[in-house]
């Protein structure tokens, strides 16, 4: 039973909602129970009116338990013939195009209320563009049969009219009320070759003149027949890309008499239910019945009602708390537990990275509440704020100033935030300059979860599952990138292939061995960090990733899970790779300024920082199977100890430009810092080393550690506020440290 019930469950979820973790799903659109239909005086009915032998079957009510999917935005936006998939609904409701009662929802997982208005912003739907309009009407003036002499003569005479507005007067009977006139001429050609010519032209006119000004034709894609359906709960009005949300999905019956064959009995009424949810399994079959045995034996929903209330007050993606809510949650607990009585209790703005801007001008510090402050380093003073939509994935500065006035130069970060494309802005006035889209064959957006810019700066590298996308900076907008793909397909054997999710990305230079090969110039190499615990080094030259580019189109074989035109197997570039020893993931990985060969990698959960001198690696045999190397490998050279073992978080370091210091923090808020020339005469591979200077920074956590370059004795931290029953400071600190 058990094995039946999951399978049922597995091929409802199939179809209904998909996209929606299990977790979720169980958590937030399961009911508790279901609703219930008294069949009880319905039964007594039909006992007294034995003439007309009423029957009374079970109600199919098994199936409601997924009315609070098909209550959420994106579904309602898709059922209503807005967009091409669930995917693109929840699409345009990410990027702000939908709004519900006159306010833009960005959260796809609102459950709509009765008498709710949805509207959609009509340029973002894509049946309503005019390319699509001239290829349909260029299809039905080729299948239409051949006109008479008389209507051919007439042709010319509409022409002057359907020149002067070409847009409204090729898609006006395919849109909203002229939609029906279509339909009952489509099917009697016999009837629509009678009628005159000269009264076509009129009535094609008259609808047009129906549409109201500033209100765009509908068209719709090809294929789209199985989707032609709107639920009875929904009220849509396509003149206006609006629609009214009336009433939940529930049930709905009526009458049907019907006759048995078997005898001469009268006729029978018997009363037939209907379900608002669109399913292509039937309402009433064992399906819904053994997936909701599934949910109350196996999965119970387990929800509360503070919860509840605190996901009220989120915006951006289902499952992540505003700060207004998490507030309200926190002086919840505090007076609960009673140690925040008389204590005012924060929020979470705590900074975490990303340091200062190349020339050391500005300072960008990122808080959990997916806000971006920059912070002027003359006064540290909030000059701008970036608020992302949605949870923020990694920054990162540009290396040169986008522009300069007479009072200040202007520099451009790239943010990357989870189902957005990736952002180009300027800090200083918060002006978005560009954006670079990774799409999906699902329609969905990836985003990067590292981002690094390349030495050339006209390259931007990002970081997804089993991939590096390289973005051209001249080329913005979508699939415009090329792939670097790392998995195992890309390999040649099976045991090949660097697997994970690329969490750290490092542009750096190859050994100059290698500049003789790219005629002198040095060649541009890639390190990939990976949560599962694998560096991989790549060449990244532009003119190598030409040649080994493969066209998706004639001969990548792969499924485009990213999007890209062109791909590029890792293992045509890989130069070395290994699987570190210490850890649960790499975090950051950083090459030393001077030295193009020394790379230092952190991992989560570890007590040590590794520094690694890959000239010991390039030339090792099977680059790209990744295994694991040990503690005394030559190339290890030294551990540099930091209290990281028992934190989950990000701890960041940085190196100065002029490659003398790299400063780091730990989870007891102290800051190490260590000079190079101690770390490079290390007595034997893997010795620990200790830092040369070591001080208190803060109460809790230091997230990120940056060396300020305008001067060599500073240094900058930065604080986490700690979730528990001291709250700690978050802040941002300048320190002066004098090393000499």
Known sequence: MYQQRWRSKRLLRGYHGDWIPERRFRRWFLPTHLPSFASLPAAKRGKKESGSALDTPVPPVL???????????????FRCCFAHSAYHSRSLVLHGKVSVNGQPITDPGKLLEEGDLISVEPESIPMLNKQIAKRVQQDRERLAPKAPEAEAKAAPEAAPEAETAPAESEAAPAEGEAAPAE??????????????????????????DTLPPGVLPFHLPPFAAPFLFIPPYLDVSFRTCSAIYMRHPTLTSHLARSRDQSDNSQPRAQRVFQSDIPTPYPAGGEMFGLAWEFYVRNAPRVRGDERRTKVEGRYGRSGFESARAWESDRRRVAIRRGWGRKRRISLPTSPLSRGPSPDGSLFLARAESHVLHIFDASDFRCIQTYRAPT???????????????????????AVSGRDMPVRLVDARIGELKATYAMVNHIEEYVAPNALAFGHDCARLYGGVAEAVAVFQ?????????????????????AQGGQRGLVSALAPGWAPRAFDEENGGQPLEILAVGTFSGTIGLYVTDAHWLANAAVRRQA?????????????????????????????AGITQLAWHPMHRNILVVAMRRSSHLFVYDTSYLYGMADPFHFRRLPLTDPSLIARLDRRAKHTHQRLWFDIDAQGEYLVTGDDQGD??????????????????????????????????????????????????????????????????????
């Open 63 to 77: 199936n409601l338990f997924l009315r609070d999917v098909e209550r959420r935005l994106d579904v309602v936006v």
């Open 473 to 493: 900076l001249a080329a913005p907008g979508a699939n415009q990138h090329m792939a670097l793909d790392l998995s195992a397909a890309s390999a040649s054997d």
């Open 555 to 583: 001969q990548w074989v792969a499924p485009p899970r990213h999007g890209a035109e062109e791909s590029v197997a890792g293992e045509h570039v890989c130069l070395c790779g290994w699987r570190v020893a210490e850890g």
């Open 183 to 208: 339909g009952e001429a489509a099917p009697a050609e016999g009837e629509a070759a009678e009628t005159a010519p000269a009264e076509a032209a009129p009535a094609a006119k008259k609808a047009q």
């Open 391 to 413: 949870p923020v994935l990694d920054v990162s500065w540009y290396l040169y100033p986008a522009t300069a006035d007479d009072e200040h130069v202007h520099w451009c970060f």
């Open 671 to 740: 800051v190490s810092i260590w000079a190079w020339d101690t770390i490079l005469q290390g007595t034997a591979p893997g010795a620990s080393v200790p830092p040369t200077v070591q001080f208190h920074a803060h109460a809790g956590a230091r997230h990120w550690s940056a060396v300020h370059s305008s001067s060599e004795s500073s240094d900058a931290s930065s604080s986490d506020e700690e979730h528990g029953p001291v709250p700690n400071e978050a802040v941002t600190a300048l320190w002066a440290c004098k090393l000499h």
